[in-house]
């Protein structure tokens, strides 16, 4: 029996795509979270994220990867998380997404075909247009998914984030030696 791979039934293309990125960016609400708003009654806000994709994050980030959080809402939790998570480039309240990754990959040396969006609405569609990469989950607006490259098939907040870690680690060929680590 064959092992299961992160790159099984994805097309060349995509594969192609995914080997080239250096630089990975991500939305939160709806790709790292489900995308709901919850308030208590005194106006906290808090945020659900799902485990596992908070580890696929921190492969990414062990395997030399530059990953980055681009958002247009600035909330305590998604700093706090990435902070847990070791992600360093966290750019919170950002009014033209599309710039800070340009910005950004600038900074880092990165040509645009480096760099990895994913999104789910239309406040990424800017940066998914743009980059090398453009990304979508599954529950992605429709308009958004048209313009993707590839769509994950696990939802935002619920393990979409994963699956494009593994697939950004399989395509470069990090894949094996990172599982090999959990096993021993």
Known sequence: MTPWS?????????????????LACFDVDGVMTDGGLYYSDLGHESKRFHVMDGLGLK???E???HVAVITARDTAAVGKRMRDLGIRHVFAGVADKRACMLDLAAELGLGIEDVAHVGDDFPDLGLMGTGGFAIAVANAHPVVAH???WRTTRAGGDGA???ICELLLAARGQF???LQRFRG
């Open 6 to 22: 992160p790159l099984d039934g994805i097309p060349e293309d995509v594969v192609a795509r995914a080997a080239r990125v250096r």
């Open 59 to 61: 492969m990414l980030v």
């Open 63 to 65: 395997s030399g990867m």
């Open 147 to 149: 313009v993707a490259h």
């Open 161 to 163: 984030v994963r699956e």
């Open 176 to 178: 094996g030696a990172m």
